[in-house]
């Protein structure tokens, strides 16, 4: 993975600028030291790993501006980081850059029940804010599966997804405003704390949400809150085909229903899982879907008749559905365990998560499969079929050399795949490093352009998490004097990465 | 209202090819360009000045519509009235139920484009269950003021590829680009629909009653405080599912109203009118010479707020939708100058965003028609706008705020 060349002279200046920094945040929060910079030098995805320059975790906006506004004066490059889960190297560090650690704004600023509305710092865990709601019925919908410790300010630059997004929506759909602090160290306030908050504005609160770090901090959110569905029951439906399957899911959302979670997992992943739950899926079932419906009893009384019936229609073999909040967590549970399950088959995987246009699952499947025979590298599918993300599992062992290789370029191929049936590389992870090199697959130069226009806008000197997302550097300077007609003669010569 | 010579040559592109051609020869020439749909929401933001006008009612296609995916991708000339058909027939809605506000404008509704909804991002009723305009807009084509054309976001639920550029085209009225098509995400429409209609009390008890009702999920789907054509000050309560899951959910409301007498319910094509009206702020009924306004607040805010305004004459007649979150008023302007920025003042203050709906073009030039924003984000969204038009050829003025 090639990254921006990094600056010798400021890597000369760490000692220097470390000084500086401790006089922002306090001594002990600026970490300099080998050993302890370690741990920060990849985020969820260990293929990529870099040394930061120097890690610093401000407690304050306040703070966080100060250092933003000194690393700006100095040319220092800046990589925000939250609790460093995500899947796809968005916060990979910089050697030149200091890693900006957001662990420290952690606090649930206001909780403002009758209006629904938290405001939260950008380090919070995104399950505390539901703890934190829950004894008034309360909670905040999106739920990736790294909410245990994925920050809601690392949600807030992915536009983190969740099981849940079919029927709630992602992250975007429940920010209310933000706090930001561009790179200058200048503060603003987007939205409010209120619904309709942005009204009326350019909604650059729209565009920050899933912009991975690259035109901002966010030191606030103000967050949507929901009431808890009364009942939420599970129905596990297996079928004896993956064509069967994926056409239930269409079914189910042609009838009108909108499960507040659709969950898809083939054979492999329903073999490597019935060791760990000791439980047997029937031999003829090659495909289970996991339908949650939730709202009132009755409402989803009915729904569970409504989805029994598709599901019958459509072939299902067996159905089982959850007839208590035990049950239901036990159905869940096959679901839950199918990532470490296939962590036991193997050494290694890779997991991504292109996106497709529903009515396309067999055919990206069954090109899925022709891959796996042209990489000689087995493979899983566990997704989340209600929306069409794709997480395909690629298993490989990393001891083999060119193993590591394969695996990525079967995973690209994937991702080429999804992008050709009218999908997208990343549905939830985010581009990050890991599929920056892609984006030419889904988007034009003149698309491209436009995006990274807007990086011109917030941060033209390019401090913010540069090398990401954008397989090129944007060249703000040269971009504003170009005059343009026609398109794509102008991006000829850009050097990439 | 926009302030262009009807003499002038207005463009009607019939494809993204001609939008950009119009564009450069714009450009080229030194021109700058008033950007409408069918211009029946003309009279929404700040009157543009410009020396040509591109109306985009030719670019209705229908590129594709995947019910089973929920999804749609059409041109953004296409009428919203055919567009809904067309879900309708399906069984499916916007969720976002677009006002068309033509009744405050003069104009026709069924002429309202997709495009004029998702660059005014007008949200309806439905906004507190189902969320804005924003939310459902998955991806577009466009033309920026360089007459590139390009494309942002995608035609999946979940996206997480580049900057979403969608996001930041709807509610930009046209002055970051020309949009030529949009990717929405449409929903079933309800099985069953039903509206309580109970009298109203104080603005207080009122607001309590909307926060008790919006702490359950009880799929609801409207709730608004109104004059009835009669003249009846009313609460209505909209529940939506399915058939037994709105029985269910309007008993339990039932429950929650204990103790205020004379409640109506109204069912299906009745409810669904009722609503339209409310959507079209018909309740509203605004004479010639008022001004209009749309003030989003706290719910918690609303009715001090009214209570002060109304004091202050600021507030002629109102209703408030969004379960309190949204205050619509008229304001008599004698003097508007001065009423203006009272009301402004008096929004700002707690933190509303008071938008000009409607009023004369030099009001609305003078004073701003959208919220004032600070001057750190002016300059910001000034930038933002750079990057897209730096030329400023795309309906100058239409989103310039008064520091």
């Given at each position: 993975m090639q990254m921006p060349h990094p600056s010798q002279d400021i890597i000369s200046q760490r000692e220097t600028l470390a000084a500086g920094l401790r006089q922002i945040?306090?001594?002990?929060?600026v970490i300099s030291d080998e050993v302890e910079r370690k741990p920060y030098q990849?985020?969820?995805?260990?293929a990529y790993m870099a040394m930061p320059l120097l890690v610093v975790l401000p407690a304050s906006t306040e703070e966080v501006r100060a250092v933003l506004r000194f690393c700006h004066e100095r040319g220092v490059k800046v990589v925000p980081r939250g609790?460093?889960?995500?899947?796809?190297?968005?916060?990979?560090?910089?050697?030149?850059g200091i890693l900006l650690v957001?662990?420290?704004?952690?606090?649930?600023?206001?909780?403002?029940a009758p209006n629904r509305v938290a405001r939260v710092q950008p380090?919070?865990?995104?399950?505390a804010i539901s703890e934190a709601v829950s004894h008034l019925g309360l909670c905040y919908m999106p739920d990736p599966s790294s909410q245990l410790i994925s920050t809601i300010g690392g949600n807030v630059a992915e536009n983190a997804g969740g099981v849940?997004?079919?029927?709630?929506?992602?992250t975007a759909d429940h920010i209310l405003g933000l706090q930001l602090v561009l790179m200058t160290g200048e503060l603003l306030q987007l939205?409010?704390?209120?619904?309709?908050?942005?009204?009326?504005?350019?909604d650059l609160m729209g565009v920050l949400t899933?912009?991975?770090?690259?035109?901002g901090v966010v030191t606030e959110i103000a967050v949507r809150l929901e009431p808890v569905p009364e009942v939420a029951r599970v129905i596990s439906m297996s079928f004896p085909s993956v064509e069967k399957a994926c056409e239930c899911v269409g079914a189910i959302i042609g009838v009108g229903v909108i499960p507040a979670g659709l969950e898809f997992m083939d054979r492999k992943v329903l073999d490597a899982v019935s060791v760990l739950i000791r439980e047997r899926f029937d031999d003829r079932t090659e495909a289970l879907l996991l339908c949650e419906l939730d709202g009132t009893a009755v409402e989803v009384d009915a729904l569970v008749h409504v989805v029994s019936d598709v599901a019958r229609a459509q072939g299902a073999i067996e159905l089982k559905v959850s007839t208590t909040e035990e049950e239901r967590q036990r159905i869940w549970s096959s679901r839950k365990l199918a990532f470490s399950a296939i962590g036991k088959l193997c050494p290694d995987y890779y997991c991504t998560d292109g996106t497709i246009p529903r009515n396309k699952l067999p055919e990206v499947l069954n090109t899925m499969a022709e891959l796996s025979e042209k990489y000689g590298l087995d493979y899983a599918n566990c997704f989340h079929a209600g929306d069409g993300n794709l997480h395909p599992i690629i298993m490989y062992d990393a001891?083999?050399?060119?193993d590591l290789e394969k695996a990525e370029a079967f995973g690209a191929d994937v991702l080429i795949a999804c992008v050709n049936v009218g999908?997208?590389?990343?549905?939830?992870?985010?581009?990050?490093?890991?599929?920056r090199d892609l984006m030419t697959h889904q988007f034009t130069d003149v698309d491209l352009h436009q995006q990274q226009m807007l990086k011109c806008a917030f941060d033209p000197q390019e401090l913010?998490?540069?090398?990401?997302?954008?397989?090129?550097?944007?060249?703000c300077a040269e971009f504003g004097r170009m005059h343009v007609r026609g398109g794509a003669l102008r991006f000829a010569d850009i050097p990439r990465f | 209202m926009t302030q262009i010579q009807q003499t002038q040559a207005r463009e009607h592109p019939s494809s993204t090819q001609d939008v950009a051609d119009i564009i450069m020869d714009a450009a080229s020439a030194g021109h700058s360009l008033a950007i409408t749909?069918?211009?029946?929401?003309?009279?929404?933001?700040n009157p543009v000045t410009a020396s040509r006008a591109m109306a985009l009612?030719?670019?209705?296609?229908?590129?594709?519509?995947d019910p089973e995916d929920l999804v749609i991708r059409v041109g953004a000339g296409l009428t919203l009235d055919a567009l809904e058909a067309m879900l309708a027939a399906k069984?499916?809605?916007?969720?976002?139920?677009?006002?068309?506000?033509t009744g405050l404008y003069g104009t026709?509704?069924?002429?309202?484009t997709v495009g004029g909804a998702v660059a005014t991002a007008l949200s309806g009723p439905r906004r507190i269950l189902n969320g804005a305009v924003r939310d459902f807009v998955l991806g577009v084509e466009g033309v920026n003021g360089q007459g590139d054309i390009f494309k942002a976001g995608?035609?999946?639920?979940k996206n997480v590829t580049g900057y979403d550029l969608s996001k930041l085209l709807t509610g930009s009225c046209g002055t970051l680009a020309v949009l030529t098509a949009v990717t929405l995400k449409v929903l079933p429409a309800p099985r069953a629909e039903v509206t309580l209609i109970v009298p109203a009390q104080t603005l207080e008890e009122d607001a309590a009653l909307f926060r008790t009702i919006r702490?359950?999920?009880?799929?609801?789907?409207g709730l608004a405080r109104r004059v009835s054509p009669s003249g009846q000050c009313e609460v209505l309560i909209r529940i939506e599912g399915t058939e037994p899951g709105v029985a269910g959910n309007r008993a339990v409301v039932e429950g929650l109203l204990?103790?205020?007498?004379g409640a109506r319910v109204v069912e299906r094509t009745e409810s669904a009118a009722l609503w339209q009206d409310v959507r079209e702020l018909t309740?509203?009924?605004?004479?010639?010479d008022e001004l209009v306004w749309r003030v989003n607040l706290p719910g918690t805010a609303m009715p001090a707020f009214v209570a002060e305004a109304r004091r202050a004459g600021c507030i002629s007649r109102f209703f408030v939708d969004w379960a309190g979150g949204i205050v619509f008023s008229t304001m008599r302007g004698v003097q508007p100058e001065v009423d203006v920025l009272r009301y402004r003042k008096m929004a700002e203050k707690i933190g509303a965003k008071a938008m000009?709906?409607?009023?004369p073009d030099a009001i609305r030039a003078q004073f701003g028609a959208f919220p004032p924003i600070t001057a750190g984000l002016a300059a910001l969204a000034g930038r933002t706008r750079a990057a897209f038009d730096p030329g400023g050829?795309?309906?100058?003025?239409?989103?310039t705020v008064q520091a």
């Open positions: 945040v306090g001594s002990e929060w990849c985020d969820g995805i260990t609790s460093g889960t995500s899947l796809s190297g968005g916060a990979l560090p910089l050697e030149d957001t662990s420290r704004l952690c606090s649930v600023v206001e909780v403002d380090g919070v865990p995104n399950i849940h997004c079919l029927k709630y929506g992602v939205g409010g704390a209120f619904l309709g908050a942005s009204e009326g504005e350019l899933g912009s991975e770090g690259l035109l001891a083999k050399p060119g999908g997208v590389l990343s549905g939830e992870h985010g581009i990050g490093v890991e599929k913010l998490n540069p090398g990401k997302v954008f397989p090129t550097a944007c060249r | 749909g069918n211009g029946t929401r003309c009279g929404f933001g009612g030719g670019l209705d296609s229908v590129d594709f519509y069984g499916q809605y916007l969720p976002f139920e677009p006002p068309r506000y026709d509704g069924a002429r309202s995608g035609r999946t639920m702490a359950l999920p009880l799929g609801v789907g204990q103790g205020r007498e309740c509203l009924a605004p004479r010639a000009l709906l409607r009023g050829l795309l309906n100058p003025g239409r989103m």
